[in-house]
């Protein structure tokens, strides 16, 4: 039992290029949440899912899109990536509890 | 709107003191509360929650917080601090909106002593 994992740990993206941040969890959890961090700031939520074909927008959705597949994936797409979004990316899934997975640095130079 | 205030950006404590660290809240409603903890380069760890009942509630690691509704605060203690807990923790709060999204504090960086 993994939990929750993501993929890369760190990534270097230059301005306009695009990523996908891959998500997995093996509690088979129909919530699932993307969120970032930064630093001071908490963290927010980008996107959440509530079961596989769901998804809907958190509080700072723009310049991200989701897809929900299959319960245990949740990618998060960056398009055009810009300066600001240059965090800590959080990916989570729901049972009692959120369980979060280690993180994905992410750098837009 | 939804906030979690953790007033201590930083705290240092010395090995074998006690430590509390400050959570309060705004919300409507009787809130879902958490405590995380987050070591340098590592993901959330849940230390404790509260859904209702008995408003000491106790977690992992020997830390325990106090849910205060009066002062709509959720207060995180540990009667001695080992160098092992040096980490950022965030307090914060379960809404029912956003499918159960998590509102998180800003977070307090604890640095220990020795």
């Known amino acids: 039992n993994a939990g929750v994992t993501q993929t890369p740990k760190f990534r270097i993206l230059k301005i306009g290029q695009s990523m996908t941040l891959q998500c997995t969890q093996d509690m088979n959890h129909n919530y699932m949440y993307w969120y970032r961090q930064d630093p001071g700031m908490g963290l927010k939520l980008i996107y959440y899912s509530v079961g596989a074909g769901i998804t809907d927008k958190g509080e700072v959705p723009n310049g991200y899109n989701v897809s929900r597949s299959t319960t245990e994936d949740f990618p998060l797409r960056l398009e055009l990536a810009a300066p600001s979004q240059t965090s800590v990316y959080f990916c989570?899934?729901?049972?009692?509890?959120?369980?979060f997975g280690p993180g994905t640095r992410l750098l837009v130079l | 709107a939804q906030s979690v205030t953790q007033p201590d950006i930083h705290i240092t404590v010395s090995e074998g003191a006690s430590l509390e660290l400050r959570c309060n809240y705004s919300y409507g409603a009787t809130p879902y509360l958490f405590w995380y903890v987050q070591s340098p380069g590592q993901g959330l760890q849940l230390l404790l929650k509260?859904?209702?009942?008995?408003?000491l509630v106790q977690g992992i690691k020997g830390f325990e917080a106090e849910f205060k509704r009066s002062q709509s605060s959720f207060n995180l203690r540990k009667p001695s601090v080992h160098w092992s807990d040096a980490a950022e923790y965030f307090c914060a709060v379960g809404l029912m909106e956003y499918g159960n999204k998590l509102v998180f504090g800003a977070g307090t960086i604890l640095r220990v002593k020795s």
């Open positions: 509260y859904f209702s009942g008995d408003t």
């Open positions: 989570a899934s729901r049972g009692e509890t959120q369980y």
